[in-house]
């Protein structure tokens, strides 16, 4: 059983600049959620994704979009990038669903630094 | 406003010790209590988690309490160790929705050999 695995792990980027971040969900996963934790902060939700469609979204501005995949793997968009988008970007696979527990599980993030 | 509020802000316990860490909570739709543990360069790791249809859980050296009358669960760590030093979050969700967690701010426990 392979975990969730994120790319890339660390990259810096100037403000105004584009990014995507990737994410593989675990294997039987078919439900993933990007979380954003700055530096010393627990992790904010921004969205989530069940069976390619988003299914909740937290505060965060429309920059922010996201894709999933129909192998459940997902993408994390940010366009114009702020410096306050420095943080670590995490995804979180679950089994979602009738029967699924919603435990998540977490990769290691993708730690962003705008300057 | 923030939903879930943990204390202390930090904690340092001799090995052997226990560690308590509090957790609040406002809003009583919540219904799903996580714990998660996180280390230096990792994601966080889910340790123990209850629903408010018991007060109390226990898995291994973790037990969680949960008090729904006051809106507060806790996390106790017996014999502390020294790996259990990492930063520890409370969180908590909405039945339906729960994988949207709603994270306290964190606690970094120490636990000194």
């Known amino acids: 059983e392979t975990g969730v695995t994120q790319s890339p792990t660390h990259l810096i980027k100037t403000r105004g600049q584009q990014v995507t971040l990737r994410c593989s969900s675990q294997?039987?996963?078919?439900?993933v959620s990007w979380y954003q934790q700055a530096l010393g902060q627990g992790p904010q939700f921004i969205f989530q994704?069940?069976?390619?469609?988003?299914?909740g979204r937290g505060n965060f501005p429309p920059r922010f979009s996201g894709l999933q995949f129909p192998n459940y793997s997902s993408e994390l968009n940010v366009n114009a990038l702020e410096l306050d988008d420095s943080a670590l970007y995490l995804c979180?696979?679950?089994?979602?669903?009738?029967?699924?527990?919603?435990?998540?599980?977490f990769g290691e993030g993708s730690r962003l630094t705008v300057l | 406003q923030q939903q879930v509020k943990q204390s202390p802000q930090s904690l340092i316990v001799q090995k052997g010790g226990i560690s308590i860490i509090n957790c609040a909570y406002e809003?009583?739709?919540?219904?799903?209590f996580p714990w998660y543990q996180q280390f230096p360069g990792k994601g966080p790791a889910l340790l123990i988690a209850?629903?408010?249809?018991?007060s109390e859980k226990k898995e291994g050296r973790f037990t969680i309490s949960f008090n729904k009358s006051a809106k507060q669960f806790s996390l106790h760590i017996m014999d502390s160790q020294p790996g259990d030093s990492a930063t520890y979050f409370c969180?908590?969700?909405?039945?339906?929705?729960?994988?949207?967690?709603?994270f306290g701010k964190g606690i970094t426990l120490s636990v000194r050999p």
């Open positions: 294997s039987g996963h078919n439900t």
């Open positions: 994704y069940y069976r390619e469609e988003e299914n």
């Open positions: 209850i629903r408010p249809d018991v």
């Open positions: 809003n009583t739709a919540f219904d799903y």
């Open positions: 969180a908590a969700s909405i039945s339906g929705a729960n994988s949207k967690l709603t």
């Open positions: 979180a696979s679950s089994l979602g669903g009738q029967g699924g527990t919603g435990e998540l599980f």
